[in-house]
């Protein structure tokens, strides 16, 4: 089975097999990633290698293997004679293996992400009461365990708590995950008071990046999006900042949210965009009309959000769905009941055709948008491990060319009821 191997064999050297450690003591939660192509046999030789190569086995410390759920195993106390086969049972063993996922590839500049990340939003933010942080943390490296690789935040969640979040939780593994965050609204950097509005001036990105390296335990961001387009800055101004901190070695990647066509165009001109974040669905098609061209002519990677129609599409919720009272659902026009009881036909058809392959209404959602372009990368949120994998599997399901057709047409033929965002929401999209 294909995959990469998480020990915490803490204290153990890099060798040029290819084990790296970043672990610095036996309470740090894993120690390194091991990507191999091995049999059992030299892998588990390996792993011996390195532990007996260890600085804590000369004083006896027994060293242990976790996975990141939270399963402990002692490897020893050393027993030459049995010890590489305990590896090697170890090694092999389901709960220590990182799957791999299919990969693709975001811009022209070699940015490459698993096929579906994960929205981190709602473990902090916007769904309601926020969820316990340790479990949302188990979730976080559960999903590098399924071989997630692109996690997404932004300041404005929380504000804060999320960026510190995933900084957190992906901070042992941060050289194998791909974490793109975001500038744009108001937040006071010495506060964390929302101002309301936006701030896209070039000192305040400045700022805001230098606080959110701090937040994500990292020392650059590998996709920096602006959140919304300022109409207040001029996007040279936006492109040049990022420009320059992606110069100084802060930031690998440029992004935009939201954006329209000509400040896209004016973006790329400055600095190459590498990302668009936008939400595309079977419930919001929009960025068909002129987006997707344009990002495919400039060889710009999509990053939907929401692509589970804000968890409409998965068949859960109905006009009786109730939710709390700080979900942000509440002020969504499509959420009311009214609405949501005339779209139900699109959940429906969804239903209809994931009973025929034995999945999920959301495996289909997630699958049919895969499949409409190579370089099309959903960020699919949860706050469930049941959904995570759930979501997930729509990466191995394959819809044929008739499948596609036959969704994306009788989808069209549904009228959705109710407008995305709420009035003062709306007026922050830039087109």
Excluded at 312 to 341: C, M, W, Y
């Amino acid at each position: 089975m294909p995959g990469r191997l998480l020990t915490n064999a803490a204290g153990c050297k890099s060798y040029s097999a290819g084990y790296s450690c970043g672990a610095r003591s036996p309470s740090s939660s894993w120690c390194g990633l091991f990507d191999f192509g091995l049999s059992a046999e030299e892998l588990a030789a390996i792993a011996t290698q390195e532990i007996r190569a260890s600085a804590f086995f000369d004083h006896r410390v027994p060293v242990i293997v976790q996975w990141m759920s939270g399963a402990r195993f002692d490897l020893w106390p050393p027993a030459p004679k049995g010890m590489l086969p305990t590896a090697a049972r170890l090694i092999l063993s389901n709960s220590l293996l990182i799957k791999d996922m299919q990969q693709r590839t975001v811009g022209t500049n070699g940015l490459q992400v698993s096929a579906l990340g994960l929205g981190c939003m709602g473990m902090s933010f916007g769904y309601g009461p926020a969820p316990d942080p340790q479990e949302m943390i188990q979730l976080l490296r559960a999903a590098v365990e399924q071989g997630v690789t692109f996690f997404d935040t932004a300041e404005v969640y929380g504000p804060w708590a999320n960026e510190e979040l995933v900084g957190q939780a992906l901070q042992p593994v941060r050289d194998q995950v791909v974490i793109a965050t975001k500038f744009g609204f108001d937040i006071d950097q010495a506060t964390g008071q929302n101002l309301g509005g936006l701030n896209s001036q070039p000192a305040h990105i400045r700022q805001v990046v230098e606080n959110s390296l701090k937040r994500l335990r990292t020392d650059r961001i590998d996709l920096l999006y602006q959140h919304r387009v300022d109409p207040a800055v001029p996007m040279e101004d936006v492109a040049g900042a990022v420009k320059d901190l992606i110069a100084e070695g802060k930031v690998k990647h440029f992004g935009l949210s939201e954006a329209g066509v000509e400040a896209i165009r004016r973006a790329h001109a400055v600095q190459p965009v590498a990302a668009l974040q936008s939400e595309y669905s079977l419930f919001w098609r929009e960025p068909e009309q002129e987006i997707l061209p344009l990002l495919e002519e400039l060889g710009i990677g999509f990053v939907p959000f929401s692509p589970l129609g804000k968890g409409f599409l998965t068949g859960k919720i109905d006009e009786h769905t109730e939710f709390d009272k700080s979900d942000f659902r509440n002020t969504v026009p499509r959420f009311s009941p009214e609405a949501r009881q005339a779209n139900q036909a699109l959940v429906e058809l969804l239903g209809r055709v994931a009973q025929d392959k034995q999945v999920t209404p959301a495996q289909i959602a997630l699958a049919w948008l895969l499949a409409q372009k190579p370089w099309i990368v959903p960020i699919p949120g949860t706050t469930k491990r049941h959904r995570l994998e759930e979501n997930l599997g729509a990466v191995e399901l394959e819809l044929s060319a008739d499948d596609l057709q036959e969704i994306g047409q009788a989808a069209a033929r549904i009228p959705v009821q109710g407008a995305r965002y709420a009035e003062a929401q709306q007026k922050m999209i830039n087109r």
